[in-house]
């Protein structure tokens, strides 16, 4: 079973960015699509952004649209999330997730296999 680990968080001024990295190991078995994920305190994990393994379709919730990049590095394994133009209301614990499905599926419903997380706080 592939085995996630999230980098790159940490606490960041409005306006600053972070580059977050999500990185797979063991077997790639199901791996179609890696998602990242996050939530604030009492809140329910929100949809962030996503990228197809193979196609390279890229998705992302209408609050960052603009603002984050997904990227991968198909030879290390390894999901990015660059945030730029950070505000307040994207702190949280973000987390990188994989999904079995090979397409565009906004929803912790459809990701079985998780990372820790890393904490994202953007000070005003």
């Known amino acids: 079973q592939v085995h996630l680990v999230e980098s790159g968080g940490g606490l960041v001024q409005a306006g600053g960015s972070l580059r977050l990295s999500c990185a797979a190991s063991?077997?790639?078995?199901?791996?179609?699509?890696v998602g990242w994920f996050r939530q604030a305190p009492g809140e329910d994990r929100e949809f962030v952004a996503s990228i197809g393994w193979s196609s390279n379709l890229t998705y992302y919730t209408d609050s960052v649209t603009g603002r984050f990049i997904v990227s991968k590095d198909n030879a290390k394994m390894t999901v990015f999330l660059q945030m730029n133009t950070l505000k307040p209301e994207d702190t949280g614990v973000y987390y990188c997730?994989?999904?079995?499905?090979?397409?565009?599926?906004?929803?912790?419903?459809?990701?079985?296999?998780w990372g820790p997380g890393t904490r994202v706080t953007v000070s005003s």
């Open positions: 063991g077997r790639a078995f199901r791996m179609l699509t």
């Open positions: 997730a994989t999904s079995s499905i090979p397409f565009h599926a906004p929803s912790v419903l459809f990701f079985d296999n």
